[in-house]
């Protein structure tokens, strides 16, 4: 997201778009363009060098009409309520391309988490949490790791929220190690996820999986599942993926003609998903620029690092051999960019539809902690298999019968579901 746009404005513009495609009445636009509640504490911090400060933070429940709010918490330095609001909605509709029955929520804290000791994170959280229990829980608001929050972090809220109520309450977040409550099969929820949309998507243009070939942006959490899926489920090929290198202060792209070993590049990476240039080198893979996985002649395009990556002054470097854009990152696609896509009819699948496996494994880790019984990774995998083949068809569908961009058909499936759940409920 670049500076001058206000994310929040964005997701109001992008909502009242598709509320025009749906023929919305002016009262449900009112009723979904903001938040239901939202929540400005001050957390005061007791500094290891005995100083007190205080911390702004935030908790936004953009709707519930379908379940609980379910939403990222971050620590991020110049966090703001509009950026939260912003994502909050983003995950109201995610929820709902998902089909799954949780509303949209997002947390942040203005602070920098390179700025604090492990201690004072742990008192930050547990701070945090003293001033909105009463407003969390598994059936009012789940919060999840996100930008500068970890496993460890929502095992302290946890605990701290569990100390509140008195009792042991592990569906008040996910995303918790699989020692504590987590779900098997979280780590590489997202970019399973992606796969199978890639696959879906595969079946309806006609095409195999077999030999096809992708250009990855990113080696992180998202785009290592994805490679790694990619290459067993698919049988396809992974020409390169890409990282940032802080040392360096530039990216990379990491480049092998017959296909990257994503294995063998893991053992390569540190935990922030950058990779080894001069081990990779040893290894014959070809470093080249940062932006080189765009330009890359490969069947399918899968930005899977940050916001804002495809944008008009580079879209016309897409390679004419590519047929997909697989959105694994949040926000890739700058609009103008967007219509080159159109234009060219590279078929998209929008970032809220592609990335939400892992939501979907996030309310499969919910569930397990309400019924505490845990399932195998391979049921959680082929449960997820299930709900993400079932949200691709319901978009494709939707572009298909009104003939539409997959963007616009997967926000008209997610507000639909919204509103209707609404309605049934008496709200409008
Ligand atoms: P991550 O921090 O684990 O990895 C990010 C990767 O991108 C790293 O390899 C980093 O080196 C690379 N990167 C950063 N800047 C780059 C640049 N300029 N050029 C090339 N590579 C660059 O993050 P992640 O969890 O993999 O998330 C990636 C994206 O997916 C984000 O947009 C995130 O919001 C979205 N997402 C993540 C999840 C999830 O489950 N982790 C779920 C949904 C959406």
């Known amino acids: 997201m670049t500076k001058e746009i206000n994310p929040f404005e964005l997701a109001q513009k992008q909502f009242d778009h598709v509320a025009d495609m749906l023929d919305l009445p002016e009262d449900v636009r009112a009723y979904l363009r903001w938040p239901r509640k939202e929540f400005h504490v001050r957390v005061p911090l007791r500094m290891d060098n005995g100083e007190l400060k205080i911390f702004n933070g935030y908790r936004v429940q953009h709707n519930n009409a379908l379940g609980p709010n379910k939403g990222g918490l971050r620590f991020f330095a110049g966090e703001?309520?509009?950026?939260?609001?912003?994502?909050?909605?983003?995950?109201?509709?995610?929820?709902?391309?998902?089909?799954?029955?949780?509303?949209?929520?997002?947390?942040?804290?203005?602070?920098?988490?390179?700025?604090?000791?492990?201690?004072?994170?742990?008192?930050?959280?547990?701070?945090?949490?003293?001033?909105?229990?009463?407003?969390?829980?598994?059936?009012?608001?789940?919060?999840?790791?996100?930008?500068?929050?970890?496993?460890?972090?929502?095992?302290?809220?946890?605990?701290?929220?569990?100390?509140?109520?008195?009792?042991?309450?592990?569906?008040?977040?996910?995303?918790?190690?699989?020692?504590?409550?987590?779900?098997?099969?979280?780590?590489?929820?997202?970019?399973?996820?992606?796969?199978?949309?890639?696959?879906?998507?595969?079946?309806?243009?006609?095409?195999?999986?077999?030999?096809?070939?992708?250009?990855?942006?990113?080696?992180?959490?998202?785009?290592q599942s994805t490679a790694i899926n990619f290459i067993n489920m698919l049988g396809g090929i992974v020409k390169?993926?890409?990282?940032?290198?802080?040392?360096?202060?530039?990216?990379?792209?990491?480049?092998?003609?017959?296909?990257?070993?994503?294995?063998?590049?893991?053992?390569?990476?540190?935990?922030?998903?950058?990779?080894?240039?001069?081990?990779?080198?040893?290894?014959?893979?070809?470093?080249?620029?940062?932006?080189?996985?765009?330009?890359?002649?490969?069947?399918?395009?899968?930005?899977?690092?940050?916001?804002?990556?495809?944008?008009?002054?580079?879209?016309?470097?897409?390679?004419?051999?590519v047929k997909i854009l697989a959105e694994a990152a949040n926000g890739p696609t700058m609009t103008e960019a967007d219509e080159v896509i159109k234009k060219r009819k590279i078929f998209l699948i929008p970032d809220f539809l592609c990335n939400s496996g892992g939501v979907t494994c996030s309310y499969f880790e919910g569930v397990q902690n309400d019924a505490n019984f845990y399932w195998s990774e391979a049921e959680v995998l082929s449960k997820l298999d299930e709900k993400m083949t079932a949200a691709y068809s319901s978009v494709y569908e939707m572009a298909q019968q009104k003939k539409v961009y997959m963007r616009d058909a997967a926000y008209m499936v997610a507000i639909q579901r919204v509103v209707d759940a609404m309605k049934l409920r008496g709200w409008v």
Request: aromatic share 8%.
């Open 80 to 223: 703001t309520v509009d950026t939260v609001r912003a994502l909050a909605t983003w995950m109201t509709w995610k929820c709902a391309v998902a089909n799954i029955p949780l509303g949209g929520g997002k947390g942040g804290v203005d602070v920098d988490p390179a700025s604090l000791s492990t201690p004072e994170k742990e008192r930050l959280i547990r701070g945090y949490v003293r001033l909105l229990w009463k407003n969390m829980g598994p059936r009012q608001d789940v919060p999840a790791p996100d930008m500068g929050t970890n496993a460890q972090m929502m095992c302290w809220f946890m605990d701290e929220y569990s100390n509140q109520v008195g009792q042991y309450v592990p569906g008040v977040v996910t995303g918790k190690p699989v020692g504590a409550g987590g779900s098997l099969g979280r780590n590489q929820a997202t970019g399973f996820g992606i796969v199978v949309c890639i696959r879906e998507t595969l079946k309806r243009l006609g095409m195999n999986g077999k030999g096809m070939t992708a250009a990855i942006q990113g080696f992180g959490n998202v785009a």
């Open 240 to 321: 390169c993926v890409s990282c940032w290198d802080r040392a360096d202060k530039a990216s990379y792209t990491f480049y092998k003609k017959e296909g990257i070993d994503p294995n063998f590049l893991l053992s390569i990476t540190d935990q922030y998903g950058t990779i080894d240039k001069v081990k990779a080198k040893e290894a014959g893979y070809e470093v080249l620029d940062g932006d080189s996985w765009l330009s890359m002649d490969v069947d399918i395009l899968i930005p899977a690092a940050l916001e804002g990556q495809i944008r008009a002054d580079n879209v016309e470097k897409i390679s004419k051999q």
